[in-house]
């Protein structure tokens, strides 16, 4: 087997939507991720379901990978023909030994390359809201480790003439030494009201962001109990607080359900300033259905109750080299949601319910009547209470084209920032049900929403009896309830 390439590769300090375009393009495609801590779960699940994820993180205080175990399990990786991502967190060559892992690569002749990702140096403050450079505060920034191996207290050599050095200072692995820091600028002739700042951002699980002054900084950050990693920010910029003033910022939301309704729900929630990850995927697999779609040709109904039933459908008729101009059937759709869906195909709805529930779908159909044969055309996970419905009128095939299962690997990946989450949103009871199959938990501070009244049933059945409902079933309703909840905060 030919030899493989490892490319290191930078997280950045956030989603996935921080990532580079290549970065993006490298992890979907890779056959090995290997990865740091505190790498946001929505990038892992970028890799294939094919890929080997291994975790090789670093952290000062805690069990850790040796770097020379690393650099060996990266060669092994591509001597037996893998693609490598090796995923670390910022960026690799800011003090992120990407140039040893570079060169332990070319000594064995492994093709290799680096790919930058986004420094904690600039992405934490400006999380916080701190511009490093600020006209009239601070037209430099200087950037420095506090955790130096060959010194007596682990801090620079050259560490007290910073204190002289104009601009922002940016201190990065300090925060073990913080009061030492303080301290030796101060001995070095920086004023003690001279701003600071304690940031634990990024895709640290508890973020928190301390300000105060060289002289008490040190005392704030512990009583604050911030956590590792965290930067250090000193100057007269440090004083600057420009985060986000979108109504949801600083909210975690965590999703749930298939990567479809993710993608249509995640940018909602973010523009309004939200921090989202997937806290756990379901992922949707065609059913062998057997449905001859030759059978729409005639009158009759066709139902979907999901976009994923859109798609599942014309996948089958694409299958079935099905002309569309020959489809004589009737097409009613749940809601707008699956409307919308149908319509990218072509074909527009001539039913939609005044509510997007099962039983507004179900009265609608009745009150129009029409042909005798209808087709319902959905998840194997359907309930049974709108088929028994409808069958008071119509002559109802129940068609399961598609089912879900939980991706494990999600769900495990995301629960350090699922504990802390503000929310948790469901989009249907087996989404509930995948969640709780994978493994997941609710935790006490967190509010669980529900689209509508049948995911909430689901979240009870799980002993989740609480979940916050929109009045009406619509992604844009649950973003509009969260706004609300959170208004004035």
């Known amino acids: 087997m030919s030899t493989g390439k ?19 393009e490298l992890i ?8 740091d801590d505190l790498v946001h779960p929505d990038i892992l699940a970028l890799a294939g379901a094919g890929a080997e994820l291994i975790y090789m993180g670093k952290r ?47 000594a064995a002749g492994i093709p290799c390359a680096e790919v930058p990702g986004i420094s904690s140096a600039l992405a934490v403050p400006a999380e916080a809201g701190i511009p490093l450079t600020h006209r009239a505060l601070s037209r430099g920034f200087h950037v420095v480790t506090a955790h130096t191996a060959d010194t007596a207290d682990g801090l620079p050599e050259y560490f007290s003439r910073l204190a002289s050095l104009p601009g922002t200072l940016v201190i990065l692995m300090g925060l073990s030494r913080l009061e030492r820091i303080a301290a030796r600028l101060l001995g070095s002739g920086a004023p003690p009201d001279t701003p600071a700042a304690v940031i634990s951002g990024g895709n640290t699980r508890n973020p928190s962001a301390v300000r105060g002054t060289l002289r008490d900084i040190a005392r704030l950050a512990s009583e604050a109990g911030l956590e590792p990693p965290a930067v250090i920010v000193v100057g007269q910029a440090a004083a600057l607080e420009l985060s986000s003033t979108l109504p949801l910022a600083g909210v975690r939301v965590g999703l749930t359900g298939t990567a479809p309704f993710q993608a249509r729900l995640r940018p909602l929630l973010e523009a309004e300033g939200a921090e ?40 089958l008729l694409s299958g079935a080299r099905m002309d569309l101009r020959r489809l004589r059937c009737r097409f009613a759709a749940i809601g707008e949601a699956t409307a919308s869906r149908l319509a990218a195909h072509g074909i527009y709805a001539e039913l939609i319910p005044p509510q997007a529930t099962t039983a507004s779908l179900a009265e609608s ?26 069958s008071s009128r119509f002559t109802v095939s129940d ?30 009871a087996g989404a509930a049900d995948d969640f709780f199959a994978s493994g997941g938990e609710i935790a006490a501070r967190t509010v669980p929403v529900a689209i509508g009244p049948i995911a909430a049933a689901g979240l009870a059945a799980h002993g989740v009896p609480n979940a916050l409902v929109p009045p009406q079933i619509g992604r844009a309703h649950i973003v509009s309830a969260l706004l609300e909840l959170h208004r004035g905060r």
Do not use: M
């Open 6 to 24: 490892v490319y290191i590769t930078g997280a950045g300090c956030g989603g996935a939507g921080l990532l580079t375009v290549r970065a993006r």
């Open 28 to 35: 979907s495609g890779c056959g090995a991720l290997v990865y």
């Open 60 to 106: 000062a205080g805690q069990p850790s990978a040796r770097q020379e175990d690393i650099c060996q399990k990266l060669i092994e990786l591509a001597h037996a023909g893998l693609t490598v991502v090796r995923l670390k967190g910022g960026d690799p060559f800011v003090f992120g030994r990407g140039g040893e892992e570079l060169l332990a690569l070319r």
């Open 276 to 315: 989202v990850f997937t806290a756990a995927l379901s992922e949707v697999l065609p059913l062998e259905s057997g449905f001859d779609v030759e059978r729409l040709a005639a009158d009759s109904w066709a139902v979907l109750t999901s976009a994923n039933g859109v798609d599942a459908l014309f996948e």
């Open 365 to 390: 159909l009745l009150e129009r009547g029409g042909a005798r044969e209808l087709y319902l055309l959905r998840s194997q996970r359907g309930g049974e209470e709108l088929p028994r419905a409808l």
């Open 399 to 428: 068609i399961a084209l598609y089912t879900a299962r939980p991706c494990a690997r999600v769900t495990a990946a995301a629960a350090p920032y699922t504990a802390l989450a503000d929310h948790l949103v469901f989009p249907s």
